[in-house]
């Protein structure tokens, strides 16, 4: 091979990455990398829609089950530290890495240099110990290691605390930040801690470094990206029957199971359940979480089977409404971006199934040869054929308060749509009905005294 690529899958959820992945696997000896947030995870394969051990057996996967399910912690960071070392040895051995998404913030960490990277570590494990902080009370520790006992500690922290911490330290960041991000705060507290700068100019120095709102450049020029695209109709239906799919698989028994191991060391524990960290962010969990608690004799009454249906309804739900948000992400952070270094993006029908081959395995093996061979494929990129609008990154915009709804909006976009809200206007109302009420309740004083 002349020119080893970086070869990515894309697509919504349903759409066939993982069959196209394997598929190029197998054709060209590649390797794939899975990166999905979610499947890193050990067990649960129904939830995570996890390639069963045949598909695996067909070709060498990579990334898949390498995390406890109840490890919490796992970061973007890692991911990225673990897999790198894998394609630059694939690379090195003239193999096809074959880049399966999934989630997109661990594409890109893979793609673009866009996240720091900590100088005292090589590859970021999810065992690693906690470093030692016995000293912190010494005179002479940093302010950025003093922080970290603050962080160790944040899990009794209210959302208000941690943010009033990250206004101190880096307040440029705190602007981007909605206060109820508990997420991201704790993330920008961790960069002060590790680094002992702030996370807005690490940021600064990288977006410089990569001339673009959203960070550094490519880390390999010799990347193509493959977009499977789907008819949304056709999508939504495939989807619905895809959450059908994983029920008669064993979805429900896959969760209780899991659910109730959970609980039991929840207990032990005495921690209150958290659907917004590790494998519980997956998409199911929430939607059953009021079955899931459900005592056994009540999931078999009527009130058990109306929140099993409702669990349903909202699972397809939520699937459909994610699809569209992998959707909006590839056309507003690689088509449409003109600050960035995009690797070219070919787009691949698969609206019909019975049409795949001619559709997307073969043409997507007429782009992989030509590259192999060090030529333009025939199929022109996507973003080279559309009319690019440029897109800013909602992250570099800063917060705006509402004193009338006491609510706080991140960025210029969100914030004109609450100005022209219905509920803004409808509270501005009444506030002012309220005020004049006021005036004229005073001046009836007023003229009484007088």
């Not at 079955?291 to 056994?296: F, I, N």
Request: with cysteine; aromatic share 6%; hydrophobic share 35%.
């Amino acid at each position: 091979m002349s020119r080893v690529p970086i070869l990515t899958i894309l697509g919504s959820t349903g759409s066939g990455k993982s069959r196209l992945g394997i598929e190029l696997a197998r054709k060209f000896s590649g390797e794939i990398i899975s990166a999905d947030s979610m499947q890193v995870y050990k067990g649960l394969d129904i939830i995570t829609a996890k390639v069963t051990k045949e598909e695996q057996a067909m070709a060498p996967h990579h990334m898949l089950d390498i995390v406890d399910p109840l490890y919490l912690d796992f970061t973007v960071m890692q991911f990225r530290d673990m897999t790198l070392p894998i394609i630059n040895d694939l690379l090195a051995r003239g193999k096809i890495p074959v880049v399966v998404g999934g989630t997109n913030y661990y594409i890109e960490s893979l793609l673009w240099n866009i996240l720091i990277s900590d100088p005292q570590t090589s590859v970021a494990r999810p065992d690693s110990p906690s470093p030692e902080t016995s000293d912190v009370e010494r005179e002479d520790v940093s302010p950025a290691k003093k922080m970290k006992v603050e962080l160790d500690r944040r899990t009794t922290q209210s959302n208000e605390e941690l943010f009033q911490k990250l206004t101190n330290v880096d307040p440029d960041m705190a602007k981007r930040l909605h206060p109820n991000n508990r997420r991201k705060v704790i993330r920008s507290l961790e960069v002060f801690e590790q680094y002992g700068v702030t996370h807005s100019e690490l940021l600064k120095t990288q977006r410089t470094a990569g001339a673009s709102g959203l960070g550094g450049p490519l880390r390999h020029p010799n990347s193509i990206i493959l977009w499977l695209r789907c008819e949304r109709k056709v999508l939504d239906q495939r989807l619905d029957s895809r959450v059908d799919g994983m029920l008669d698989a064993g979805l429900m028994e896959e969760l209780l199971d899991f659910h109730q191991r959970y609980n039991q060391q929840r207990i032990e524990s005495s921690e209150a359940p958290d659907y917004t960290r590790g494998i519980f962010q997956s998409i199911g969990f929430k939607e059953f979480h009021d079955y899931l608690v459900l005592p056994e004799e009540e999931k078999r009454e009527k009130k058990g089977e109306q929140l099993l249906e409702r669990g349903i309804d909202e699972l397809k739900l939520a699937t459909k409404r994610y699809a569209k948000r992998q959707e909006k992400w590839i056309m507003n952070r690689l088509i449409r971006r003109t600050d960035r270094q995009v690797p070219p993006v070919y787009a691949l029908d698969c609206t019909n199934l019975k049409e795949w081959n001619s559709s997307v395995y073969e043409p997507a093996v007429a782009i992989v040869e030509a590259v192999l061979r060090g030529e333009k494929p025939e199929q022109k990129p996507l973003n080279e054929s559309v009319d690019n609008v440029k897109v800013t990154d909602s992250s570099n915009e800063e917060s705006h308060y509402c004193d009338i709804c006491e609510r706080i909006f991140v960025g210029d976009h969100q914030w004109n749509i609450h100005l022209q809200s219905s509920k803004h206007k409808r509270v501005l109302r009444r506030k002012k009905m309220l005020e004049e009420r006021e005036a004229i309740e005073k001046d009836a004083i007023i003229k009484k005294i007088e």
